[in-house]
């Protein structure tokens, strides 16, 4: 059981450039979250789904997209990247919506936009 | 809307040292509030919670009480150890639209504990 998985652990861009990054759960979690975390600000939502095939925005949405064909994945995208996308970014994992629910978290990815 | 204060670090204590971490926040509902930490390099992971005022969540030897009264949900632990040395976020949840919980942070509070 791996729980929540992420794909790069580090990665370098040039502005203007694109990626995806991956995040998976093998726990059959309905909700998945996107976080971003700078420094001194603590964790601020990007976009999360309630379900395969949904996405909603976030606190914090432009300049990404997301994408949930499948249940265990959750995949973030950044079309054109601007150094104010440096940051590390958390995927996040829920069983359900309620507000005492736990989410179970990635070991991030630390992106660098130069 | 909904917020998180939690106190200002760096802290350092010396083992088995007493421990406080002050939160704060501002919600307009009944929110759920947490304490998640986060060890060197790896993702934050729950470490105690509470669903309603006057609850009590405890882990680890850490406590926290929910506080409607003074908006608050103080961390406390009796005699720190290096082990705990971490990162500590305090959290409420709320539902955003289409009924996701929503969890709004404070900004952590780096804590290390000196042998």
């Known amino acids: 059981n791996a729980g929540v998985t992420q794909t790069p652990k580090f990665r370098v861009l040039k502005t203007g450039q694109s990626m995806t990054l991956l995040c998976a759960q093998d726990m059959n979690h309905e909700y998945m979250y996107w976080y971003r975390q700078d420094p001194g600000m603590g964790l601020r939502l990007i976009h999360y789904s309630v379900g395969e095939g949904t996405t909603a925005k976030g606190e914090v949405p432009d300049g990404y997209n997301v994408s949930r064909l499948k249940k265990q994945n959750f995949l973030l995208g950044l079309e054109s990247a601007a150094p104010s996308q440096t940051s590390v970014y958390f995927c996040?994992?829920?069983?359900?919506?309620?507000?005492?629910?736990?989410?179970?978290f990635g070991p991030g990815t630390r992106l660098t936009v130069l | 809307g909904d917020s998180v204060t939690q106190m200002e670090g760096p802290v350092t204590l010396s083992e088995e040292a007493f421990l406080t971490i002050n939160c704060t926040y501002t919600?307009?509902?009944?929110?759920?509030l947490f304490w998640y930490v986060q060890y060197p390099g790896e993702g934050l992971q729950l470490l105690l919670k509470a669903t309603k005022a006057d609850d009590k969540g405890s882990n680890k030897g850490f406590e926290a009480t929910y506080r409607k009264e003074t908006t608050s949900f103080h961390l406390e632990k009796g005699s720190v150890q290096v082990s705990d040395s971490a990162v500590y976020f305090c959290?409420?949840?709320?539902?955003?639209?289409?009924?996701?919980?929503?969890?709004?942070f404070g900004q952590g509070t780096r804590l290390t504990i000196n042998p």
């Open positions: 919600a307009t509902g009944y929110p759920s």
């Open positions: 959290a409420l949840s709320d539902r955003a639209n289409q009924g996701a919980q929503k969890l709004v």
């Open positions: 996040a994992s829920s069983y359900s919506g309620l507000a005492g629910d736990e989410q179970f």
